[in-house]
């Protein structure tokens, strides 16, 4: 049995939150804010006008920094009682994620509103949690896909460009794992059989981050989003996270179990150790030299990591492969794969990136 998954909506465009107030006049009356305090005054004027203008109340949480189970229980605790309808999470993937488990937890609807374009957790309904020290300790799920993804492009301009290369090294990946995950006949995020429709979605999303990237960092520069960019963010966000929830995970996402656990690369942002991790699986895939000198031209343009030490790490080098091999090989997408993966086969993978 197939399965495919996604959000009830998605509204992309320069200015589109102005118009969150009559998308959620539909949903209820009562409206919660997750935000820190950068994305709060960010957001909350623009969206607490729309909201008003609607006939909406809207209340704000201050969001912590980190998602752990401490912080969905602590917000959920200032809340006091007073539930609202809907929770929005605004800003990265960390906001986003602890959203989801908090409107899991006080049986509110979900809307998510991404301020960079770092990773496609704004359309997922998984979150992944972590410890204090950034350790990954469990995935979650809410109990559906967001309402309403609502992305602000003329927002996500203004952000860096380490932000959306990470979310390009995000989107790079899917194509190559779900197509693993298809061949090797594993399942999706919801335990089912990947549908072909999850695999064109993967496709497309590598096409277009690798055709539009770098004009879409140029736009950057002018903090001004043009189409290249709209294009990029909608494959970071949407055909991304499409694509990895109904197509399924494989080696590139199961390497953050062990880059997660070694100082220095567990700080680097999610895609950009994923960007990591397809570099593993390529190799692991037997991809030839014109290949992979293809995509490492891809990830210098992108400013993708192309080694450890560019993600970040400064420690011992044989040790520390040894502990990201050993803890990686352990992650379940590694058994979407075409073959059995050891630690030895990762060290070794890992050990030809580093000599490249």
Known sequence: MIVFGAPRKYIQGPGALASIGPELAGMGKSVALLADERVRDLVSGAMRDSCAEAGLEMSELLFGGEITYAEVDRLAGLLDGAT???????????????????????????????????????????????????KIVGVEENKSNPDLVLVDTAIIAKA??????????????????????IESGGKNVFGATSPRTALALA??????????????????????PNEDFERVVEACILMSGLAFESGGLSVSHGMTRGLSAVPGVADALHGHQVAYGLLV????????????????GFYREA?????????????????????????SAEAAHMKKFEKPISADDIARAIDEIEAA
């Open 281 to 296: 699986q390529l190799v692991l895939e037997g991809r030839g030299p014109e290949f992979m000198s293809d995509m490492r």
């Open 303 to 327: 400013l993708l990591p192309l080694t450890l030490a560019e993600l970040g790490h400064s420690g011992q080098a044989n040790s520390d492969i040894k502990t990201i091999a050993d803890l």
């Open 203 to 224: 496709e497309a999303c590598y096409d277009t981050v690798r055709t539009h990237t770098a004009a879409a960092y140029k736009a950057l520069e002018g903090g001004e």
């Open 84 to 134: 609202p309808d809907i929770v929005i999470a605004a800003g990265g993937g960390k906001a986003i994620d602890t959203g989801k488990l908090l409107s899991r937890k006080i049986d509110a609807k979900f809307v998510s509103v991404p301020t960079v374009a770092s990773n496609d957790a704004p359309t997922s309904h998984i979150a992944v949690v972590y410890d204090e020290s950034h």
């Open 160 to 181: 860096p460009v380490r932000l959306l290369s990470a979310g390009v090294g995000d989107a790079l990946v899917k194509c190559f794992e779900v197509r693993q995950c």
